[in-house]
């Protein structure tokens, strides 16, 4: 009886998978063999020979061989610049321009000094040639003489200073236009 049942057992098992065996393979075998052509299908492309310019771009920092900073020599506001970064400058061209007014009134109090020492001077020579024929006529002492060409030798010192002070207020003038040392390419403003 057992094995009756595991006979009936077995034979349902084969007839149900007898018709799962057969269904799946019943298909269309052109839709298969297409479906593996699809598959197989890929991209082509003709490759033609020519000239082609590959460009990269990359950030970096260029340093001259010769790199120059440039300060002024004296304070101030800053006027105008006068050239743009990266633009080649040669030896002497001007590249900034600092407000020299200050400056120019300085200069100018600087010749009225010396103007007025000239003046001094002028009337010291004048006193000296005064008391030469003075002295040698007795009619004073040489003690007066000397004390004029004391009077004209500060005075000429004076001048002196007048016109160093009037020379430095020059320099100074001079500072307010900062100019290219030497030739190249400007860097960064």
Known sequence: MRSQKMSNSVIRT??????????????NPEKAQ?????????PVT?????NTIITKAYSSSIEGVVNVEIRPQVSGYLNRILVDEGEYVKAGQPLFLIDDKAYKEQLNTALGSLHAAEANMETAKINVDKQIPLVNANVVSEITLQTAKAVYNASKAAVEQASAAAQSAR???????????????????
């Open 171 to 189: 320099i100074n003038v001079g500072y307010c236009t900062l100019s290219a040392p030497l030739s190249g390419y400007l860097g960064r403003i």
């Open 34 to 42: 297409q479906q593996a052509q699809e598959k197989l299908t890929l």
């Open 14 to 27: 084969v007839w149900f998978c007898i018709p799962v065996i057969l269904l799946s393979g019943c298909g």
């Open 46 to 50: 003709t490759i033609t020979t020519g």
